[in-house]
């Protein structure tokens, strides 16, 4: 049973901008923070971005001023605002969530993936 389900992947052209939805059910994860990683091939997965149970966003640095992390606690649902895209930031984006507190943040349960491909 996969808790996370992810949408809003697809091609878009350098420069572009592309909006990735990650909906969560059964639990609310948001209570304890979720996120967003990235794979590209032949390399390994890596932090984006996340935002605490308090709201407070966190990102890495080659995202930082071009993606915005964003969440509707209502419906247990995070955002990613992908802007100013860059071929770089060719990859699957994978929503995760953590299912409790600990001292420093890390992913519980997974999406199922989504791929974003940016073209020249």
């Known amino acids: 049973q996969v808790p996370l389900v992810e949408s809003g992947g697809g091609l878009v052209q350098a420069g572009g901008s592309l909006r990735l939805s990650c909906a969560a059910s059964?639990?609310?994860?948001?209570?304890?923070?979720m996120g967003w990683f990235r794979q590209a091939p032949g390399k390994e997965r890596e932090f984006v971005a996340r935002i605490s149970s308090a709201g407070t966003t966190y990102y890495a640095d080659s995202v930082k001023g071009r993606f915005t992390v964003s969440r509707d606690s209502a419906k247990n649902t995070i955002y990613l605002q992908m802007s100013s895209l860059k071929p770089e930031d060719t990859a699957i984006y994978y929503c995760?969530?953590?299912?409790?507190?600990?001292?420093?943040?890390?992913?519980?349960?997974w999406g199922q993936g989504a791929q974003v491909t940016v073209s020249s």
């Open positions: 995760a969530a953590a299912g409790f507190p600990r001292a420093t943040w890390t992913p519980d349960y």
């Open positions: 059964g639990r609310t994860f948001s209570m304890y923070g």
